[in-house]
């Protein structure tokens, strides 16, 4: 389990609950960021809200193309047959993994898989490990070779 104190952890918990909020209520990032801020008030640590709002826009603008690359990558799974809180996972790492770039592959994967773990039921992380290996497997590795 990652550290509380960990910034940018705490920054995507942050992009997470408020990308759910946008979902939901069709907020703008304001009020959805500052509704999650209410809501992990409780949970200690500071936070990159560089990072924050860097994910939330970057989901936002590029998530008819996230989406398409999650339908592709776990096929037997429809976009609305998806836990909710499991494609917001999704959608984050995706976008950090083939459009933020700012983060090494191994570090998206292993944040995807804390949030699923600490948002999600009991086998929501294997699901998001195993779309993301996929992802990894058609869309990064082919670059490299």
């Not at 910034?7 to 979902?23: E, G, M, N, Q, V």
């Not at 008030?41 to 193309?65: A, C, M, R, W």
Request: one cysteine or more.
């Amino acid at each position: 389990m990652k550290s509380f104190a960990d910034p940018r952890h705490t920054s995507r918990k942050l992009a997470l609950t408020s990308i759910f909020c946008w979902l939901f209520t069709e907020t703008d990032k304001q009020d959805a960021i500052m509704l999650s801020k209410d809501l992990l008030e409780e949970q200690p640590g500071e936070q990159d809200t560089e990072l924050t709002e860097y994910i939330f826009e970057g989901v936002k603008s590029h998530i008819n193309e996230i989406d398409k690359v999650i339908e592709e990558s776990a096929p037997e799974w429809p976009i609305d047959k998806i836990a909710k809180i499991d494609l917001v996972v999704l959608r984050i790492a995706v976008f950090e993994l083939l459009f933020g770039k700012k983060a090494p592959v191994k570090v998206v994967v292993d944040e995807a898989v804390e949030l699923a773990k600490e948002f999600g039921n009991d086998t929501s992380h294997k699901f998001v490990n195993g779309v993301l290996g996929t992802v990894i497997g058609n869309y990064l590795e082919k670059k490299d070779e």
